[in-house]
């Protein structure tokens, strides 16, 4: 479905980007992984995308709280592979605390690396899409970016932010065939997630299941994870011919969640 195209994931050495770089692949698109992480390790998941699905695949380290970085990767993205046709703006960070003690770096890397570098990361890539009539911007966004949670300021602002700022470029690209859209899941099990359960149910004297259901999942009505898989298959949809006149949309992915 997506052979002769082009993506660049941020965020994609893990997770819900490294889930939706690999569905991407297996559709034929040619892969910018992006993220930090261990070098060997980096290597291995770039190379079995090439390995797996027959396809290109490259990785770039820039960090995304740098705008000039972030402008060069989508250079070398449009120089190696050939174009950029579909971005996922997927690298995110989180930081939990009372807003009174919030330090202020990490307010600001959270708004520079959830949000900020959405914007410069689109930047770069629309004039190539609006040239080649065609492109597909996914931004992951999250529950957070349609309700709030305490102790989360800065996630939530910047959740916010995305929201606002997909649906202005999806106003702006309209009528080039690019489609501009946010996925908003709700709790998805990565190793993130998995790597907190033993921590807190020490902490808390509580089981995993308790942990699960009444810590992790209070918010979430269904009381399951949302997949890394389920995600990427709803990115793969919107890169799809049926997807076309979906656009400026924020699609939750989170169990209920914002239902209520
Ligand atoms: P993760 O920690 O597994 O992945 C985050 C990725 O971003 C990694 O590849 C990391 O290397 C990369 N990254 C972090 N800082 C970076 C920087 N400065 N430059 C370049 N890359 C950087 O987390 P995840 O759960 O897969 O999260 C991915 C996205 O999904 C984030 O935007 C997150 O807010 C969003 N999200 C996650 C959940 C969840 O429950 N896991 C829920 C809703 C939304």
Redesign the pocket.
Known sequence: MLKGKTAVI??????????IARALAEQGADIMI????DAGAIETERARLEADFGVRARYS??????GA?IAAMIETATAELGSVDILV??????HVSPIEDFPVEKWD?IL???LS?AFHAIRAAVPGMKARKWGRIIN?????SKVASPFKSA?VAA?HGIDGLTKTVALETATFGITANSI??????????EKQIPDTMAARGLTREQVINDVLLTAQPTKE??T?DQ?AALAVFLCGDAASQITGTNLSM?GGWTAG
Do not use: R
């Not at 992006?34 to 992480?37: L, S």
């Not at 703006?89 to 989180?94: D, V």
């Not at 992951?140 to 957070?144: E, L, P």
């Open positions: 941020t965020g994609s050495t893990s997770g819900i980007g490294l889930a992006n993220g930090f992480g380290a820039a960090d995304m709280s740098k970085e703006n997927n690298a995110g960070i989180q890397a520079a690396i959830n570098a992951t966004a999250s529950a957070h996630y959740k908003s899941p709700g709790y998805v099990w990565t190793p993130l997630v994870f949302v890394v995600v989170d």
